[in-house]
């Protein structure tokens, strides 16, 4: 849902994901990609995709955390090479 989200709306899926600077830029490429998007309209995707992108980002980083804290307190599992 918080792809949808980000694809139609992308500073209101990037604060709800938790990156509000993220939403600061984008509301500047919004900016940028209107004026310059009257000459190339392929910019319109632009805001999109990078929020699409940063979502898909976060999410990957908050599940390394959670693999890397499981190990760190439960151990490697059985048959892990070294």
Same mark, same amino acid.
């Given at each position: ?6 694809? #139609?709306?992308?500073?209101?899926? #990037?604060?709800?994901? &938790?990156?509000?600077?993220?939403? !600061? ?6 900016? +940028?990609?209107?004026?310059? &998007?009257? !000459?190339?309209? %392929?910019?319109?995707? %632009? ?5 699409? !992108?940063? +979502?898909?980002?976060? @999410?990957? =980083? @908050? @599940?390394?955390?959670?693999?890397? =804290?499981?190990? @760190?307190?439960? &151990? ?7």
């Amino acid at each position: 849902m918080i792809y949808v989200l980000a694809a #139609l709306l992308p500073p209101l899926g #990037l604060l709800f994901n &938790g990156q509000p600077f993220s939403a !600061i830029l984008n509301v500047v490429v919004i900016v +940028v990609c209107v004026i310059f &998007g009257l !000459i190339f309209p %392929v910019l319109f995707l %632009v805001p999109s995709a990078h929020a699409v !992108i940063a +979502v898909y980002m976060k @999410r990957e =980083d @908050r @599940r390394h955390r959670e693999v890397v =804290d499981a190990i @760190r307190e439960h &151990g490697p599992p059985p048959n892990y090479p070294r």
